[in-house]
């Protein structure tokens, strides 16, 4: 099956670091994927959606200096939470959808990344 | 605006007894409805979606415009059942158009 791998699983770090997140397509090529942000007990919460080779869309709300998204190739795409502070502390996921194919195809979902900043 | 709304945050049932989550939605189109589901330790995948019509695990669920509604259902629960349900929306087009908006998710725990 699909699958989709992030990386990394869990992080801490600094107030006024920046963390870079990466979602991997491992077995099949996407040229959408999806970030999303879960608080706790929370649901997913869209924040922006990748086009590879283009800008990412951002949800309203979600600042787009502040989280920068690149989509370089059909197989990764990276969330940059730029000088990250305490209220970033997160559930990142990103999930995938396959390319090719009519109508919505189902997305594929990464484990999550645990972001805390002190 | 899409809205996907689950009334239950936790539902219990012992094993071998019918339930059904709950899933209503606000949607101004067409939509595209979803079931994911989140097992212990595990990532978030699909359980079935509305347009294949299909039974996975036991589960169906019917997309019910009238009452815009797409609850999950299963005749026979299983202990192997227990986990964490999401219900989805996509929009059909426009600039919703493959986005995903998720309901608050049911805790599903079947007792033996």
């Known amino acids: 099956g699909a699958v989709v791998s992030q990386h990394p699983s869990w992080v801490i770090c600094k107030s006024g670091t920046s963390v870079k997140i990466e979602c991997r397509s491992l077995?099949?090529?996407?040229?959408?994927m999806f970030w999303y942000r879960q608080f706790p007990k929370q649901s997913l919460m869209l924040m922006a959606t990748s086009n590879e080779g283009s800008k990412a869309t951002y949800e309203q709300g979600v600042e787009k200096d502040k989280f920068l998204i690149n989509h370089a190739s059909l197989t990764l795409s990276t969330l940059t939470v730029t000088s990250a502070h305490p209220e970033d502390s997160s559930f990142y996921i990103c999930?995938?959808?396959?390319?090719?194919?009519?109508?919505?195809?189902?997305?594929?979902f990464g484990d999550g990344t645990r972001l805390s900043i002190l | 605006a899409q809205r996907v709304t689950q009334p239950e945050k936790l539902l219990s049932v012992f094993k071998g007894a019918p339930v059904e989550l709950k899933c209503n939605y606000s949607?101004?189109?067409?939509?595209?409805l979803f079931w994911y589901v989140q097992y212990s330790r595990q990532r978030l995948q699909l359980l079935l979606r509305?347009?294949s019509r299909e039974s996975i695990k036991g589960f169906t669920a019917d997309l019910n415009k009238g009452e815009t509604s797409f609850h999950l259902k299963k005749p026979f629960a299983q202990e192997e059942d227990s986990a964490m349900y999401y219900c989805?929306?996509?929009?059909?087009?426009?600039?919703?158009?493959?986005?995903?908006?998720f309901g608050q998710g049911t805790i599903l725990t079947v007792h033996p």
């Open positions: 509305h347009i």
């Open positions: 077995d099949f090529q996407a040229t959408t």
């Open positions: 989805a929306l996509s929009g059909a087009g426009g600039t919703s158009y493959g986005k995903l908006t």
């Open positions: 999930s995938a959808r396959e390319a090719g194919g009519t109508g919505n195809q189902p997305q594929h």
């Open positions: 949607y101004s189109g067409s939509p595209e």
